[in-house]
């Protein structure tokens, strides 16, 4: 009988499941698998930033402080009604759980005893990539509907001109 070789399809040929069946053995592939057991997934920075706001309430502004200083800033460059409420929402709360993780960071440190990074690093990591693509967005609109853009001249753009280009 041959062995099987280095070329493909080199070898003795499988049988056929049927053919196995019928002889008694039992099908190679034929074993059932178990169903997938369903995990509930956790919301971890959920978890980190109500103990980190726990731990924090004095350092960390609240939210309605946060929440008056980005509408006090949106009112100042005249785009009023222009950034969706949702959206400093969800700026405002990715701020305070940052700020909230960064103050357990500062109390209780970076690293863990194991000399691994603590969870509220990792936490606070999440919260700060969130609140900056909220303030990016927020910045777009004000940057697009601004009425101050207009008045500031841009001194490189006129030594261009100036030169005849």
Do not use: H, W
Not at 5 to 28: F, S
Not at 96 to 105: I, K, Y
Request: charged share 25%.
């Amino acid at each position: 009988m041959p062995s099987g070789g280095y070329r493909p399809g080199a070898g003795r040929p499988r049988k056929n499941p049927v053919d196995q069946q019928l002889e008694g053995k039992p099908a190679v592939g034929a074993t059932p698998k178990p169903p997938a057991k369903k995990l509930a997934s956790k919301n971890v920075m959920a978890e980190y930033f109500s103990m980190a706001m726990k731990e924090c309430e004095k350092e960390v502004p609240a939210a309605d402080i946060l929440r008056t200083e980005i509408e006090d800033y949106i009112a100042a460059r005249g785009c009023d009604g222009l950034v969706a409420p949702q959206t400093i929402t969800d700026y405002v709360l990715n701020r305070q759980g940052f700020l909230a993780c960064e103050a357990m960071n500062r109390k209780i440190g970076r690293m863990t005893k194991d000399l691994k990074l603590s969870p509220y690093v990792t936490a606070g990591q999440g919260y700060y990539k969130a609140m900056r693509d909220d303030f990016n967005l927020i910045m777009q609109i004000i940057n697009r509907y601004s009425g101050s853009q207009n008045d500031e001249k841009n001194e490189f753009l006129n030594m261009l001109l100036n030169r005849g280009f």
